[in-house]
């Protein structure tokens, strides 16, 4: 189904309709876990043709959404879903201990998104890209947010010495 045989950034990939979500799932399955349609289709109980006929037509059961996703390792079709409705959608955190390198990363991801935002306005850049751009920086921002909040949960230990 491949868009590319360039090696993608997964992390900044983001799918501009429901088709293209369930074809990036399954180039996600075959780039990075090494899966054919055929093993992603039995892995959700279902034949190959169709899960070539759900792709095609964009028309893939609520029921399988999930199992589908977990086949192919990633979230695009939930992601677009979301973002459809005007969702903002951040992974869940971890409650990770976060480091220098970890701000880094985010503080990089403003720049790059305020560089597209001020190339969009002036028309040298595509919508698409820049909300890609914007959109993984918001997820970002909120997935450092919700870190925040659950520091304060004692379980979690994130801040012990």
């Known amino acids: 189904m491949g868009e590319t045989n360039r090696k993608r950034n997964w992390k900044k990939a ?62 695009f079709v939930t992601d677009y879903l979301s973002t459809s409705a005007h969702k903002l959608v951040i992974d869940m955190p971890t409650g990770k201990q976060v480091g220098a390198q970890d701000i880094n990363e985010l503080q990089a991801s403003f720049a790059e998104a305020t560089g597209l935002l001020i190339k969009f306005y002036s028309g040298q850049t595509e919508a698409t890209e820049t909300l890609g751009a914007l959109t993984d920086t918001l997820s970002k921002l909120g997935w450092h947010r919700a870190n925040v909040e659950k520091s304060t949960e004692p379980e979690l230990g994130l801040f012990a010495s």
């Open 14 to 75: 983001r799918a501009n309709s429901l088709q293209h979500a369930m074809e990036m799932c399954l180039d996600h399955a075959r780039e990075v876990h090494h899966r054919s349609v055929e093993r992603v289709a039995e892995l959700i109980d279902a034949n190959k043709w169709t899960l070539y006929k759900y792709v095609a037509e964009g028309t893939m059961p609520a029921s399988r959404i999930r199992p589908f996703e977990f086949a192919c390792g990633c979230t």
